[in-house]
């Protein structure tokens, strides 16, 4: 398997995993643009980002037995309840690979990150008077 470390793409990174992951990791990544369609695509701390009005919005990684998902603390703790049946951190969540992805659940939690994200930038503007 290719080092994924020096990937400058979202594309050179899932060309490192093997097809079966490729294909979920490519499943996710539509998922998220479908989602998240003014989010930018980008490689941050290595893996796949996807930012939106110029902060994080959420990342993905691949490893050998699992999918890492990484919609920051949030949206962790917005969703606790439906991930309990997944291993998780305080802003991440693993979805096994031996198991479907929960594709439904993904979509919310990248919706709902959208609309904090966006919820944000508005009061951020407000703020300065913008």
């Given at each position: 398997m290719a080092s994924r470390s020096g990937s400058g793409s979202i594309d050179e990174y899932i060309a490192g995993f093997p097809p079966e992951t490729q294909k979920v990791l490519r499943e996710l990544r539509a998922l998220?643009?479908?989602?998240?369609?003014?989010?930018?695509?980008?490689?941050?701390?290595?893996?796949?980002?996807?930012?939106?009005?110029?902060?994080?919005?959420?990342?993905?990684?691949?490893?050998?037995?699992?999918?890492?998902?990484?919609p920051v603390p949030t949206g962790i703790e917005a969703f606790g309840a439906e991930l309990k049946a997944y291993k998780s951190g305080k802003g991440s969540v693993q979805f096994p690979l031996s198991r479907p992805m929960p594709m439904d659940l993904i979509r919310r939690i990248v919706e709902f990150r959208v609309a904090e994200s966006t919820g944000k930038a508005t009061r951020k503007a407000t703020k300065s008077g913008a």
């Amino acid at each position: 398997m290719a080092s994924r470390s020096g990937s400058g793409s979202i594309d050179e990174y899932i060309a490192g995993f093997p097809p079966e992951t490729q294909k979920v990791l490519r499943e996710l990544r539509a998922l998220i643009k479908a989602s998240a369609p003014a989010a930018t695509e980008t490689i941050s701390y290595a893996i796949p980002t996807f930012d939106l009005n110029g902060r994080h919005l959420v990342h993905f990684a691949g490893f050998e037995k699992h999918i890492g998902f990484y919609p920051v603390p949030t949206g962790i703790e917005a969703f606790g309840a439906e991930l309990k049946a997944y291993k998780s951190g305080k802003g991440s969540v693993q979805f096994p690979l031996s198991r479907p992805m929960p594709m439904d659940l993904i979509r919310r939690i990248v919706e709902f990150r959208v609309a904090e994200s966006t919820g944000k930038a508005t009061r951020k503007a407000t703020k300065s008077g913008a």
